[in-house]
Every structure is written in structure tokens, then in C-alpha cells.
């Protein structure tokens, strides 16, 4: 079952072809960071007009690179949610045109979703499926626009323990780049200038970390190195970057752990851009190992905006028969657990 995803949630321009949920015969990713670079973050109307102008040329390029044409698709699923409007708008409907033409079946995917299944879903050993061994897992997804938390006990199955009350993670990693002087996106950056720094040098706070509860804060730590910054002027760049990076590490790593002991899970999953970063994948892999848990990292590519990831939920939501109607709408601001 080959399924042609297309994800235009935000300022990624993507399309994938995924065998039965779970083999990624292409996965084509177009960013538009140097697009938006000059204004600091994502200018939406540039977005759309980006992706209307990729689009074509970006499905074009999985199918070759799948070496396939549009006879063997055999469903076209799309992101509808959440995300900025006038993305979503451009690939849903790019993918419902297609669905519609080809006379195959259409599925709408939450993008938040595909994140937190997708280290799971498309792990080395899931070939011919994923293995249940890992259940229940916690998946973590942190990313500019969303730091959640749940539990998962299969696929469609999550319950979401806890979330960010403010900034995400990776817009504080943004948010505090930017008051440092650096470019957008500032989590790359950090994560580069931290390796030449002293992730001791600065007690930020870990907001929430003895919290009983799930849930993050990350604009306190924001403020906190501005207002170092600020009385500190001539400080290391380098410090201030390994000492940021290690309070937000701290936290989230802290929490994911927790929550998996508390909750008797086998495994922790994360997803999102945040989860590229060095430090948090060191501290989550020794955590995991100093658990007996198994830690779920997907390589780089499938971290940050893919298809690839919408295309093997895809999968799992047709085999339960949860298809879409051509009448589906962007869901901006859609949350978990709202079936489309
Ligand atoms: O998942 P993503 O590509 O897009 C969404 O927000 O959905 O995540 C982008 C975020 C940005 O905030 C970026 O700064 C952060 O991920 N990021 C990182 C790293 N690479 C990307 N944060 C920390 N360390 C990194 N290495
Ligand atoms: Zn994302």
C-alpha cells in the first residue's frame, strides 16, 4: 500500500511516499529557513506563496525519487492541522485534487500527531509493523510550535499528561537566540555554540522540574538569561548558550523520564525539532539506559517537518477505516485527540 503524503503545515514544503505505514521508499523536504531568516521567523504570507510555488515541484520529485508515478498510489493523505491557515491550505488541497483525479481514498492527518507516533512508526525494526515491546511509550514533542507530553499505548491511543503553559521549547531555544544576537532559527545555533561553552557557568532555573505534575514553562528561563544578559554584558556568548541549553534539556528529559517510571512505560519517544539537539539526545539516551528504558530518537530528517511522518499515520488511520471526506477544512489550531 504506497500512500503520497503532503505536509505544508508551516514553513517546510514536503511530500513522501510511504510503503504500509512504515518503509520510506522517498521523502522530499523543502525548507524555506533562508526565506525567512531575514525576519526572524516565519512570515506566513511568504509561506503560502512558497508553498504554492514548490508544491508541484516537490511531489514530482518524491515520486521519482520513489521511482514511481501516480498509477501506484493508492491513498493521498495530507496535514489539515494545526499549523498557520494559509500553509495548511495550500497542501490539503493540493492532496484532495489529487485524491479526487486519482478516485483514491483521502486522509487528513494531525500534524502533532504524526510527530508523536512517527520515531515509533518509522524505527528501523518496523518494517512489518511497528513492535508492540515499546508499549506503553512516552512520546515527547517538542518543536517550535508545541512542548506535549502524553502517554501512548497504541497507535490513535494517547493521553496527554502535560504541555507547555507558555513558549514551546523550541521557541525559547528561538526567543533566547534572538536576544543573543544570533540567527533564526536559533536552536541549531545554540545547540553549535553550547559544545565550546560551560553548561555550569549559569544556574538558570528548571522551571516545573519538581513540579508533581507534567507540565512545562519555558518563558521564566527566557526572561532569566535576558535579564543576565543584560547585567552581564561581556558574558560568554557560549556560556550563556550551554547553560540555557542545559536548563531546557534538564527539564525535559527530567519529565519524559519521570512520567515513563511513574507510568510504567517501555519506552520514550521524541519528536520535533527540539529533539535534534545534542545535549538533549546524550542526556535522554543515558536517562532511558539508566532506566531500563528504550529511547526512540527518529534520524534528523524525520525530527523536524516531513511527509514521511503523515504518510505512515496515514496508513494506521485507513486500516481503522478512518478516511476523510473531500469536505475536510484546515484545523488551525486542532489539538490532540479530535479525529478528523
Ligand atoms: O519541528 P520543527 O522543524 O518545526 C515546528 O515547529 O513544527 O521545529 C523547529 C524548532 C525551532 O524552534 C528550532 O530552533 C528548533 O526546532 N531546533 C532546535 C535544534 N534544531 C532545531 N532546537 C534545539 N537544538 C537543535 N539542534
Ligand atoms: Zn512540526
Redesign the pocket.
Known sequence: MNILGVET????TSAAVVCDGARILSNIVSSQIDVHRPYGGVVPELASRNHLQLVDVVIRDALAAAQLTFANIDVVAATYGP?LASSLLIGLNVAKGMALTLEKPFIGVN?VEA?MYSPWLLSDDCANGPPADVLPMISLV?????TILALVTGIGQHKILGQTMDD???????KV?KLLGLS?????????LAKHGDRDAIAFPRSMLDDPGYDFSFSGLKTSVLYYVRKNPQASVADICASF?EA?VDVLVGKAVRAAVENGARAVSA??????????REKLGAACAGHGLRALLAP?EL???NAAMIAALAYYKLRDGRTSNLSLEVAPSIGLGVDS
Request: charged share 20%.
Open positions: 503545515s508551516c514553513d517546510e499549523g500534524h510527530h517538542v518543536s517550535g510550535g508545541h514551546a521549547a523550541g521557541e525559547a531555544f528561538d537566540a533564526y532559527p536559533g536552536g541549531p545555533e545554540i545547540d553549535r541549553q531546557v519528536s520535533g525539532g527540539v529533539s535534534i539537539n545534542s545535549r538533549f534528523q525530527c523536524t517537518d
